[in-house]
């Protein structure tokens, strides 16, 4: 359709007719279309510039659908250029996807989410919808990447509804599986299992083997993940007839689970065995730790010592590329219990500071009535409330925080019992102080920029400081608070103003100039910083918000 329209695009830009039927076939059989531009390259030195610079385009397409995109961005930049200045200005919206796609492969996330964007901000009419739906989906990709699963199924949706109002099938199969995996990734099963199923019975109606295929290898990890082998294998097999090899991997994976949970031993050691040797990073990982408790539970120490080594070898490749966040199908699939295991640690350490700040918040604010007696030297209780006018009344302090202290009528001093008017639960101070911010000047002046079309407008010097105050204010001495934790820079800390007014993170990435990837490096950051253990980004937004 593109091809077409670009034909008769005014008149001004004439392209040979080969390149438009390269155009066509491009997306649905890459090997012709890519065949065709090689027999096409001698004549190229005889065309216009804006023809040869659609060749280019289109050979970059057809290199990134047959896995084969560049990892260097030399040959994308001149089309960049060119489309920029001046040239075929519809081609501009697929010359940014393609940018987009060579940075994520070259592992630079900040450039490819700047392309990305890109096409959502030039790609316009019905005739770009295309282009914007993939956008909307490599967006997606990069937010599950970073574990925010809401804003990564927000994209999915909004690609899906651009696939499903053109019935374009076989991108509705797409972005079904992306959506199913994305409500595994939150744990939602039975959404989960619903959407890959649904993207299952389109591409059967569709005869798209390869996606058969692959919906069937996911929903199979999905019946093993919950323990519904027999449905698992149903799943499998027809998945492992297809033998796409680019899902060899997770496909090995699960029948080699299934295998030892099933008691199947010898089964499992050839499957493990063959994903040791033909496996991704990933895949060696897991087949080398299995294999290594397997030979030890059997009694064979030199094989396990063997497969011990290779695995801690493997775990330094997968932690770079976890860190990476690399797009991998196999890394939902893999069952990898040290993971689990650290990652439960860290979830207690985050249950326990959680715990931590709602108590100390709760005896801050909240000032339940107290009977205990306390001294003045022992005031180890936070106390917010304003002095009571009482016969004897006094007051000392801990730390900052002034305790309102009653001398009773044996001469020792308490905290009073009767609490102050102002007591209220901590659920209801948290409604009131959210509704503050919400209310206040700086909270809706920062709303209408974010409101607005396009990139919103970094803030002020003078913006800044007017929501650092006003923060303060509704959460006492929060900057104070903040800094009590650990040191941070200026930027850092703008970034810990937007979560405690509760911003979702895109909206923050957009004030601070950050990309995604950028602001979850800051949370994590300052977790380590600030407790000393690693902690996820998500734990950082937790403390701020308890703070």
Wanted: aromatic residues 8%; contains cysteine.
């Amino acid at each position: 359709m593109l091809a077409l329209l670009l034909l008769a695009a005014c008149g001004r830009h004439r392209y040979p007719p080969g390149l438009a039927k390269v155009d066509s076939i491009a997306a649905a059989h890459p090997d012709s279309a890519a065949s065709m531009l090689s027999q096409m390259a001698a004549d190229t030195a005889t065309w216009a510039e804006d023809a040869r610079m659609y060749y280019s385009l289109l050979r970059l397409e057809t290199a990134d659908r047959l896995y084969e995109t560049p990892r260097s961005d030399s040959a994308v930049l001149p089309l960049l250029r060119y489309y920029e200045q001046g040239g075929d200005r519809r081609l501009l919206p697929r010359a940014y996807y393609t940018a987009g796609k060579i940075y994520t492969e070259m592992k630079d996330a900040q450039q490819a989410a700047k392309y990305f964007r890109l096409v959502l901000e030039t790609a316009k009419g019905d005739d770009k919808s295309l282009i914007k739906s993939r956008a909307y989906s490599r967006i997606g990709y990069m937010f599950a990447e970073s574990e925010l699963y809401d804003d990564a199924l927000d994209m999915f949706m909004r690609s899906y509804n651009i696939t499903s109002q053109s019935r374009d099938t076989t991108n509705m199969i797409y972005d079904l599986r992306d959506i199913a995996r994305t409500y595994a990734d939150k744990n939602i099963i039975d959404s989960a299992l619903n959407t890959y199923n649904k993207a299952l019975k389109l591409a059967i109606k569709q005869g798209n083997k390869k996606m058969e295929a692959s919906a069937n290898t996911q929903i199979a990890a999905l019946y093993e993940k919950e323990g519904q082998y027999a449905l698992a294998w149903r799943h499998l097999r027809p998945a492992i007839s297809y033998n796409n090899p680019h899902e060899r991997n997770a496909m090995l994976a699960i029948a080699a689970r299934l295998f030892s949970k099933e008691d199947k031993l010898d089964s499992a050691v050839i499957c493990y065995n063959a994903l040791a040797e033909k496996g991704n990073s990933f895949g060696k990982h897991a087949a080398h730790t299995w294999l290594a408790e397997h030979y030890s539970n059997t009694g064979d120490t030199r094989k396990a010592t063997h497969h011990l080594k290779l695995s801690k070898q493997y775990a330094d490749s997968v932690n770079l590329k976890r860190a990476a966040s690399a797009v991998n199908l196999e890394v939902a699939l893999y069952d990898n219990n040290s993971l689990k295991n650290e990652n439960q640690k860290q979830h207690n350490i985050i249950i326990a500071m959680t715990i931590c700040f709602i108590c100390i918040v709760s005896i801050y604010f909240a000032r339940p009535i107290l009977k205990e007696r306390v001294t003045m030297n022992k005031g180890t209780h936070k106390n917010t409330a304003t002095e009571t006018e009482s016969k004897g009344a006094s007051h000392t302090t801990n730390g900052n925080h002034k305790i309102n202290v009653v001398t009773s009528n044996d001469g020792k001093q308490h905290l009073p019992i009767t609490p102050p008017a102002a007591n209220i639960d901590l659920d209801t101070l948290k409604k009131e102080q959210k509704n503050k911010i919400k209310e206040s000047r700086i909270y809706n002046e920062i709303r209408k920029k974010l409101d607005k079309t396009g990139q919103p407008q970094p803030l002020s010097d003078e913006e800044w400081e007017e929501l650092a105050s006003t923060v303060d204010t509704i959460y006492t001495d929060f900057r104070k608070r903040l800094y009590e934790l650990c040191d941070m820079s200026v930027a850092d800390y703008h970034v810990c103003l937007l979560l405690k007014i509760n911003l979702k993170l895109r909206e923050i990435a957009s004030l601070t100039c950050l990309s995604y990837q950028g602001l979850a490096s800051v949370r994590i950051k300052l977790y380590m910083r600030a407790f000393k253990e690693k902690g996820e980004a998500k734990a950082w937004d937790k403390v701020i918000l308890e703070l």
